[in-house]
């Protein structure tokens, strides 16, 4: 690994992304809006528009970073820059690295924007510290995008790979507590929930969002995260193969 | 010593056998066109020689060592049949980002080989199709490889681009590299220094175009080529 040919990569991918301002506005003010619909929808109920609002904010990230990232890297894999790339003096890592320092900066200016609007604008209360949603909000993007990068190994096409999103962030996200709290799911479903690393991303972020106290349960939520992200990565650079049929 | 030795080389693609067994030698300092109808195996000989092709048997040496190894990573050029290139890049920033990722300059010396110092700011996308080749041409020419690997550089350039792109190639290899290019255009043949003919998968013969000429009495490559075909069946 080199860090210049990472910070190369970094800027390769913000200059593409610089490509495109209707895709940047799209990632930062869709978010804006859900959560303002979220507030109008619950006027009547502050406490529950607090509840899901807050935890909203943190998984945005994580949505919009898994397909912008499936389906960056499918046309990598598509156009044959990423067999040009395996033929340079770039580790699978330079790749990766720059990837998601690139995605982890749109995060930021994502996160901090929906941010500004919930906690400024539309009155949304959270116990614990709004830095720290922000923080886990980036965290999640970071998921986010390691999830996408494998999934664009099993897409062929680009309509493949937005199908991905339904199948593999949807139950996850249906999973998580958001909807039913963990502690009502049926057994086997609590089971399944377990093995989704949003679940322990959810929980972290809602520990924030609730005050429920930053303590053991919290740092055993931030390790999985961090294990699920690294076991992502590594499964998405198996993916990335020099070598061809 | 050869700066590529191919030996037996085996290629599947699923159900089809694209090469059965090739074998061949490819000098440094000369210019070797490798020919042959599309469909002949081209392309996938030279993804074997870079190293990303899956072989099922024989060997690829590059310089000496086998072919894809990361230490050859820095000293051979290749371009793909499409452009590999990105779309949504000016010519200047993919030139930039491959540059960067070599670890070497001659940026704007690559952009001006190729003819296209008047589009180095224009989005890649929105170049025609014979530009768009020679952006992904210009990002070989980085750095001074030793082995340059070139799959059909010249399609759909104008005469007298072609001619200048002939040139440079030639200057590379007089710099002591070796430029293996691919062509499916019999006319370009003669301005290489040897050929390697491919059919089937096969290699139908190999020398200089004058020996392919002489050895089959035709007047211009693209009769040798029949001839050899003929011979062979």
Request: glycine fraction near 8%; hydrophobic fraction near 50%.
């Amino acid at each position: 690994m080199t860090p210049r040919v990472t910070f190369a990569t970094a800027a390769r991918v913000l200059t593409q992304l610089r490509r495109d301002p209707r895709t940047i506005v799209l990632i930062v003010f869709v978010p804006c809006l859900l959560v303002a619909l979220l507030r109008f929808l619950f006027d009547a109920q502050p406490q529950v528009f607090d509840r899901v609002g807050g935890v909203m904010l943190g998984l945005f990230p994580f949505i919009t970073m898994f397909i912008v990232t499936s389906i960056t890297m499918l046309r990598e894999r598509v156009t044959g820059t990423l067999e040009r790339l395996m033929t340079l003096p770039l580790a699978k890592l330079d790749l990766l690295l720059g990837y998601a320092i690139a995605f982890a900066l749109l995060a930021v200016v994502q996160a901090t924007v929906v941010s500004l609007l919930a906690f400024g604008l539309l009155d949304l209360h959270v116990h614990g510290s709004k830095v720290a949603v922000v923080a886990l909000a980036v965290g999640n993007a970071v998921l986010g995008m390691a999830l996408g990068l494998f999934a664009s190994a099993f897409a062929r096409t680009e309509f493949q790979a937005v199908q991905f999103m339904p199948a593999i962030v949807f139950p996850q996200i249906l999973l998580s507590g958001l909807f039913v709290a963990r502690a009502q799911m049926a057994g086997w479903l609590r089971a399944i929930s377990d093995a989704f690393p949003l679940t322990y991303a959810y929980d972290a972020l809602s520990r924030v969002t609730e005050g429920r106290g930053l303590g053991a349960w919290f740092a055993f939520d931030l390790v999985v995260t961090i294990g699920a992200t690294l076991l992502a990565l590594a499964l998405g650079a198996a993916t990335l193969r020099r070598r061809t049929a | 010593m050869a700066a590529i030795e191919v030996k037996d080389l085996r290629v599947v693609r699923g159900e089809r056998v694209v090469l059965p067994g090739l074998s061949a030698e490819i000098a440094a300092g000369r210019v070797t066109g490798l020919l042959g109808p599309s469909g002949s195996g081209k392309s996938t000989l030279m993804r074997a020689i870079v190293g990303v092709q899956i072989v099922a048997g024989g060997s690829v040496r590059v310089l000496g060592e086998p072919a894809g190894s990361p230490s050859l990573r820095s000293r051979v050029a290749y371009i793909t049949q499409a452009p590999s290139v990105y779309a949504d890049l000016t010519v200047r920033e993919n030139l930039r980002y491959f540059a960067r990722v070599l670890g070497v300059g001659g940026v704007d010396r690559a952009i001006e080989t190729v003819g296209l110092e008047s589009h180095a700011d224009a989005v890649v996308d929105r170049l025609s199709g014979g530009q768009k080749a020679r952006a992904s041409l210009a990002t070989a020419l980085l750095g001074t490889p030793d082995v340059l690997v070139l799959d059909e550089p010249t399609v759909g350039q104008d005469p007298l681009l072609r001619r200048e792109l002939w040139d440079e190639f030639r200057a590379l290899a007089e710099g002591g590299a070796a430029v293996l290019v691919s062509s499916h255009v019999m006319d370009e043949a003669d301005r290489c220094d040897e050929l390697l003919l491919l059919r089937d998968g096969d290699l139908l013969s190999t020398g200089t175009p004058a020996e392919l000429r002489e050895r089959t009495h035709a007047r211009d490559l693209d009769e040798a080529f029949l001839r050899l075909v003929e011979e062979a069946a």
